[in-house]
Structure formats: C-alpha cells, structure tokens
C-alpha cells in the first residue's frame, strides 16, 4: 500500500503540459499581396507560438502562397489553387508567418483554421 502511495504522489509530480489552440474564420479577399494569418490567432499573448494550422476552405477558390512572400508575390493568376471543401496543414510556424492567400474571382474566399502550439 505504501508504494502505491509513493507512486502515486510520483505521478502527480510530473508536469503535464496541454496544447493551447485559437481558432478563425479567415477572409481571403483581394488584398494585394494576399491575406496573411490573423498574427494575434497565431501568437496570442501569454501563450506559446501556434507551430501548427489545419485549415479548410468554406467558400470560395482562393490562391495561396507559403514561402518568403518577400521573393514571390501572390496575384490571383500565381500561387496554387486551393478549392473549396479542400484542407490546408501546416507542420511549421515559418510556413505559417509567411501563408499569404488571395481570392481567385470576384468572391472572398473563408477558411476555418484551428491553430495549435505544443
């Protein structure tokens, strides 16, 4: 019985750490350049940077960019296409500084992101 209790006073000791998530409805319209994340869902105050997004675009096609924005400039014409119902991951908090996304025809586009730093 002792070492039951000893055991369990050991397990309580180790630190749990919980993921933190933010979520957003983000609008990709047609800023020049392209829409980039939400920068208060991505780095929220008090909270670890967010290293991971899933995304799925609700409506609208949009183009998307996901390297330097400062060597390519996402239009409505370059970028890859991203349909709608179609899901964006990113695995890397770079990646998600640099995401840009511009709408490909005259209406906005709306992803549903879910956020999360480890």
């Given at each position: 019985?002792?070492k ?10 180790i ?13 990709v ?5 392209g829409?980039?994340f939400?920068?208060?869902k991505?780095t929220v ?7 991971y997004a899933?995304?799925?675009l ?9 390297v ?11 970028g ?10 990113f695995?890397?908090r ?5 995401f ?7 209406t ?6 879910i956020?999360?730093?480890?």
């Open positions: 019985m002792r039951l209790f000893i055991l369990s006073l050991l397990l309580a000791a630190p749990v750490s919980a993921a933190f998530y933010s979520t957003e409805n983000l609008t319209d047609a800023t020049a350049g829409v980039p939400t920068a208060t991505i105050a008090g909270q670890p940077p967010m290293t899933d995304c799925t609700r409506t609208a096609e949009i183009a998307y960019l996901w330097d924005p400062a060597q390519t400039t996402l239009t409505a014409t370059n890859k296409l991203l349909e709608v119902g179609q899901q964006l991951i695995q890397a770079q990646e998600m500084l640099n840009r996304a511009i709408r490909t025809t005259g906005s586009g709306v992803l549903d992101c956020y999360k730093a480890p």
